[in-house]
């Protein structure tokens, strides 16, 4: 009960905390003049707020950052992992009573959500400083940072879903090659499942449903919403057509029934199926030791080749009263990160910059990645529009009714799309367009 | 409540103190440990004033505006908030009502198992058994366990087609892939399940406290009488425990009320959005969405509807036991 009473506690003060600070003024940001030269004024202290808090990242972070205050004499970056949903909760407020970081890195599909809310400084002219262009990174991240006509972001690590194969299984049916194509695909699948192994378990959860079918969807010509952001497209025909494939994996005895979240993972691990659409971030997934497995480009099942791909991009926050030297350390310290970033795979992200990613060591070191390198030229990176992740929650509410049976794939998503539609209007009110 | 627990501690300390010839001090006096008390209570007060009385009242006002952290000014408008989640076809009202009713049935369903469960455990341990510190210790463990981790280990047990329940279950030719926490009706029993198991050991100690309050004489005037078990049960241990059963009652409605951590985690709120519970609701759209004033508005409507029910809850139990005094 303690626990319930707390939560609600938090709750309240969350609330408190929100009004008292909502009586302080708008952010007067000023930005500091920052060239692609190493910061050179007086010694400041640089807040750095991030997500990472499993996996390797927690031990290399802090050995990058001590890296950096050792070789920068005027600059001490100060490390405040948390939790990615709990930046979100506490960033906005933060930031307007400028207690906020100096440097951040948010997942791409939050940028506009922040920028809408001049949560972020605008950062052409750190940007441009410090040299950065489209070209230093793969197709369409860059322009993600991009709201309105200002660049706010500068990206820093992607992370494509992959086929991740364990080929013992694949064993079972004699498959050796993992297959790339719609009919190759289906061909494994059918052996499979004649070998008595269901190929490719299907869950209905963002984790990782959801990726599949907006993998799917752009596969068959489709789109999320419009260009402009203002309806949802997803259940359009190339929509039904992804998610009817997905149903149609049930259906046909390729996949069980009712997979529960992880399910599928756990299966492969288990060797129980022998495919599984997932993140790279798998790859460093302690768990296939000495499972014989393969990580492949995703099958190319539609009309055109598509993946999913989200992105992490560091921006600078506007806090009230943002001193110019720190944003300017801060750029610094971006720099020094991304140039430093060949690292960064073991945490199973591809470092964005191209001029790291594509350097052949890191290949040698992590051979695992390379399928999801080739996939980049692509990927399809998640809807940039303030307040989108709200109506993103009801794509895999209606990937998980379709899976589960209650409604057909048709009328799950018509019935999203209406409820998206109006969430997109009430974002138009809310953050102004 | 605190003004409450002022009166009840100042009380004792009145009749200690106050003898009889000290008269004419007596109110002086009386005043000083009257200030003495607050001052106790004077850490507790500020603490309930900063983070539960300020937060609620603000919480108020944020449901009367359409109140956004980015904005530097709010505007009032009015009861829009309360009325929009009363307007078929609104952003919020379909699924608001929708957690309400998850949030309901859970209630429904899961409330007699953590009162009837725990009684039976209580009544069991209270026999001088062997071991009986062991089996209190054994019931009582679970409850010190995060949500996190409940969710965590329930998630394996669970699991459709690789979860341990799932395998025992095809041992003894049973169905062997039932969906626990995919699909309904499953989804609900998995929930009240683990809720029983996280859960039952806090009312089973209260149950226990309980049982031990009971006069002994009452069983032994009971026996004589040639009372069996059963009507020792229902005549002796029921009536002694009727206090403590309107604490648990009402704390377990409204702990089930306030469920959250287990269908987060163990169903996220599917198959759709069936088993999302009021507070998942209200807790994604203010903290995630950044609607804060309908989530305020939702956090009202709800607590008037905890309102009522406890309230009821205390009258009825209250009339039982005034019936059963006279």
């Known amino acids: ?433 | 409540m605190a003004i409450d627990l002022a009166a009840t501690t100042a009380v004792p300390a009145d009749r200690i103190v106050g003898r009889p010839g000290g008269r004419g001090r007596r109110p002086a006096a009386r005043r000083r440990r009257t200030l003495i008390a607050y001052l106790f209570l004077a850490p507790f007060l500020a603490l309930f004033v900063t983070f539960v009385i300020v937060p609620a009242v603000f919480g108020v006002w944020i449901s009367l505006t359409n109140w956004s952290p980015f904005r530097d000014s709010q505007d009032f408008i009015g009861l829009k908030n309360y009325l929009d989640l009363f307007t078929a076809g609104s952003t919020t009202s379909a699924d608001f009502w929708n957690s309400m009713r998850a949030t309901g049935l859970f209630v429904v369903l899961s409330v007699p198992f953590l009162v009837v469960v725990p009684l039976f455990i209580a009544v069991l341990l209270n026999r001088k058994l062997r071991g009986a510190t062991f089996f209190r210790t054994v019931f009582f463990a679970p409850y010190v366990l995060g949500v996190a981790i409940v969710g965590v280990i329930w998630s394996y047990v669970f699991d459709t087609q690789s979860g341990i329940l799932n395998h025992l279950l095809g041992l003894f030719g049973l169905p062997s892939d039932t969906p626990w926490v995919v699909d309904t009706p499953w989804v609900w029993v998995s929930l009240v399940g683990v809720t029983v198991w996280w859960t039952a050991g806090l009312n089973t100690v209260i149950f226990l406290a309980g049982l031990k309050g009971i006069n002994t004489d009452l069983y032994e005037a009971a026996a004589l009488d040639g009372a069996g078990a059963a009507r020792t049960f229902f005549s002796v241990t029921l009536p002694g425990l009727r206090p403590v059963m309107i604490f648990i009652t009402t704390t377990t409605i409204l702990a089930s009320a306030n469920m959250f951590g287990q269908s987060f985690l163990l169903t996220n709120g599917g198959p759709g959005n069936e088993t999302r519970t009021a507070i998942m609701y209200i807790a994604d759209q203010g903290l995630s969405q950044n609607n804060m004033a309908p989530a305020s508005a939702m956090s009202y409507v709800l607590f008037a509807f905890l309102a009522i029910i406890s309230v009821v809850n205390f009258r009825l139990q209250r009339e039982r036991s005034e019936k059963a005094a006279s």
């Not at chain 1, 600070?21 to 190493?38: F, H, P």
Request: glycine share 10%.
């Open chain 1, 1 to 433: 009960m303690t626990t319930r009473l707390s939560r609600g506690l938090g709750l309240g003060v969350a609330a408190a905390l929100a009004v008292s600070l909502s009586a302080c003024g708008a952010s007067d940001s000023s930005e500091g003049g920052v060239s692609g030269e190493d910061y050179d004024g007086p010694a400041v202290e640089v807040t750095f707020w991030h997500g990472w808090t499993g996996g390797a990242a927690p031990t290399i972070v802090p050995k990058l950052i001590d890296k950096f205050n050792a070789e920068h004499e005027n600059i001490t970056v100060k490390n405040v992992p948390q939790e990615w949903a709990d930046i979100n909760s506490k960033m906005p407020l933060a930031v307007k009573a400028g207690k906020g970081p100096d440097v951040a890195v948010l997942h791409g599909d939050d940028l506009a959500t922040y920028a809408a809310q001049n949560l972020l400084q605008p950062a052409d002219e750190i940007i441009e400083g410090l040299g950065y262009s489209e070209g230093d990174f793969p197709p369409d991240v860059f322009e993600m940072g991009d709201f309105r006509d200002a660049q706010y972001a500068v990206p820093w690590s992607v992370t494509p879903l992959g086929l991740f194969a364990n080929k013992d299984v694949m064993k079972k049916a004699d498959l050796t090659e993992v297959p790339t194509d719609r009919q190759g695909y289906l061909d494994a699948l059918e052996k499979l499942k004649a070998a008595g192994v269901q190929g490719e378990w299907v869950d209905g959860y963002v984790f990782t449903g959801t990726f599949e079918f907006q993998s799917l969807l752009w596969q068959f010509g489709g789109d999320l919403y419009n260009d402009d952001v203002t309806e949802a497209t997803f259940n359009s025909e190339a929509g039904v057509e992804a998610l009817t494939w997905m149903t149609d994996l049930v259906d046909k005895g390729y996949s069980p029934k009712n997979v529960a979240q992880d399910g599928n993972i756990k299966a492969l691990l288990a060797g129980d199926t022998a495919f599984n659409w997932n993140g790279v971030w798998q790859t460093t997934n302690t768990a296939f030791g000495d499972l014989d497995w393969a990580a492949a480009p995703v099958p190319q099942i539609g009309d055109e080749k598509a993946v999913w791909s989200s992105s992490t991009h560091w921006v600078f926050p506007a806090n009230k009263g943002q001193s110019a030297d720190e944003t300017s350390a801060a750029a610094t310290f971006v720099k020094w990160m991304n140039d430093n970033s060949a690292g960064w795979a073991e945490t199973g992200e591809l470092p964005a910059a191209n001029t790291v990613r594509e350097d052949p060591t890191i290949l040698e070191k992590y051979p695992n990645l390379e399928p999801f390198m080739e996939q980049l030229d692509y990927a399809h990176y998640e809807t940039v529009s303030p307040g989108i992740n709200e109506a993103n929650a009801l794509i895999t509410t209606a990937i998980n009714e379709a899976l589960t049976g209650k409604k057909t794939p048709q009328a799950a998503l018509d019935d999203a799309k209406a409820k998206a539609d109006a969430i997109i209007e009430q974002n138009q009110q809310k953050y102004g367009d």
